[in-house]
């Protein structure tokens, strides 16, 4: 693999880490791989159009706030990538901490997506996985070979919603979640000083 190629791949992993979480709470409304399909095919259709548009970075970043507070579910990405942190939280500090990650979220991975400018990602299908449904999609970007993408998608929250991604093996969910934890153990556990780094970043 040459290094153009391996610089390309991680800059997919590592900004594509926020779209994540298992829906919780409600029980599974029966979603069917036809449904979860449609939901990702049309977010990659947003994400194709904003990332070929030619907007400026602060148009685009808008146009990516919508699309993810539309097909992910921010709100449980931001409480499952709390984690241990959030059983001792307040309500207030709660709020503020998923308010303060949406902003942190949103713009991160719009940034990231933005680098995918003169690239396309094409959906090839889907196949349930336990309660959830699989979707997968090659990601083709300029100076790289093709790869792999696995969207996630659950209905457990009331409407189907993507919870994850995979990327050739490697769990976004799990990696978005180590580094709010090490943000946090950076700041001793200080929830509010999290908070407010977080809207310094978005």
Do not use: C, H
């Amino acid at each position: 693999m040459d290094r153009n190629n391996q610089m390309d791949r991680r800059v997919f992993i590592s900004g594509a880490t926020g779209l994540a979480v298992a829906g919780a709470g409600t029980p599974s409304l029966a979603l069917n791989g036809g449904e979860a399909e449609a939901l990702v095919n049309s977010a990659v259709s947003q994400i194709n159009q904003i990332i070929a548009s030619g907007k400026s970075e602060s148009a685009m970043l808008r146009d990516f706030e919508r699309v993810f507070t539309r097909y992910a579910d921010v709100q449980i990405v931001a409480l499952t990538t709390l984690g241990p942190a959030r059983r001792s939280a307040s309500k207030a500090q709660i709020r503020a901490y998923i308010s303060a990650f949406q902003v942190y979220f949103t713009r991160k991975y719009g940034r990231r997506f933005r680098e995918f400018i003169g690239g396309q990602i094409d959906v090839r299908g889907s196949r349930p996985v336990k309660s959830n449904v699989e979707v997968k999609s090659v990601v083709k970007l300029r100076n790289s070979s093709p790869f792999n993408v696995v969207w996630l998608v659950s209905d457990r929250s009331g409407s189907p919603k993507i919870f994850n991604m995979i990327i050739e093996g490697v769990n976004m969910l799990t990696s978005e979640r180590t580094e709010i934890g090490a943000m946090l153990d950076r700041r001793k556990g200080n929830l509010d000083q999290l908070t407010a780094d977080l809207k310094k970043l978005g």
